[in-house]
C-alpha cells in the first residue's frame, strides 16, 4: 500500500466516527426539538451536513485510490448513512489499512511476492 492510498484510508476512517457521532446527535435533538422548547437543529444539521460532505469526498478518494470493487464501495456509502454505520466503517477500513501495512512490509522484506 503506497502512502497516497494510506493517507485516504485514515483520513475516511478519520472522518467516520465524528459523522456517526453527528448523525446520532442529530436524531436527538430533532426528538427534543418535537418534545421541548431546545432548539439545536440547525445547529447539528450544518454539523452533520459537513461531515457528511467530508465523508463523501473521502469515500471517493479513498475508493479511487484503493479500486474497491462495487460491493465495498457501496458497503461503505451505505454505512455513511446508516446512524451507526459510521462506527463499523471506521472499524473495518482500520482493519483494512493495517492489513495493507502489513502486506506492504512483507513485499518489502521479499517475505511474499504479494
Known amino acids: 500500500m503506497d502512502f497516497k ?4 484510508l485514515r483520513r475516511l476512517r478519520l472522518v467516520s466516527a465524528p459523522e456517526a457521532v453527528s448523525f446520532l446527535l442529530l436524531l436527538v435533538c430533532s426528538v427534543l426539538k418535537r418534545t421541548t422548547d431546545f432548539n439545536a437543529v440547525p445547529v447539528m444539521g450544518m454539523v452533520h451536513g459537513v461531515l457528511f460532505i467530508l465523508y463523501v469526498v473521502f469515500w471517493a478518494d479513498a475508493w ?6 462495487w ?3 457501496v458497503l461503505y456509502f451505505v454505512l455513511s ?5 459510521g462506527f463499523f466503517a471506521e472499524r473495518k477500513l482500520k482493519r483494512e489499512a493495517e492489513a495493507g501495512v502489513i502486506a506492504a512490509r512483507a513485499r518489502r522484506e521479499g517475505v511474499v511476492n504479494v
Not at 5 to 8: E, K, M
Not at 64 to 69: F, L, S, V
Request: proline content about 6%; overall charge positive; cysteine-free.
Open 64 to 69: 479511487n485510490r484503493t479500486k474497491w470493487g
Open 81 to 85: 448513512v446508516l446512524p451507526t454505520g
Open 71 to 73: 460491493k465495498t464501495a
Open 5 to 8: 492510498t494510506a493517507t485516504a
